[in-house]
């Protein structure tokens, strides 16, 4: 996976949780996906990185309420 593709894949993260938490506004669904982002900067297979992504940030949206 390339780093377009990767930016692709995280925009669509973006979306699917800001459809799970309706609650949130948009634009903290976004901070939480960011914020979760750097940890997998240095993870040598890319294939995976928004899935984990993902889990981090449902994770900081579910416990940051």
């Known amino acids: 996976m390339d780093r ?4 692709r894949a ?5 979306e699917r949780l ?7 506004p948009v ?3 976004a901070v939480a996906v960011s914020a ?3 940890e997998f900067d240095q993870a040598p297979i890319r294939d995976f990185v928004p899935l ?6 449902k994770h900081r ?5």
Request: hydrophobic share 35%.
């Open 52 to 57: 984990f992504v993902e889990r981090e940030a």
């Open 10 to 14: 995280i925009d669509e993260v973006v």
């Open 61 to 65: 949206l579910r416990t940051d309420a």
């Open 36 to 38: 979760s982002r750097p």
């Open 27 to 29: 634009d903290d669904v």
């Open 4 to 7: 377009s593709e990767e930016n």
């Open 18 to 24: 800001a459809k799970q938490f309706p609650e949130r």
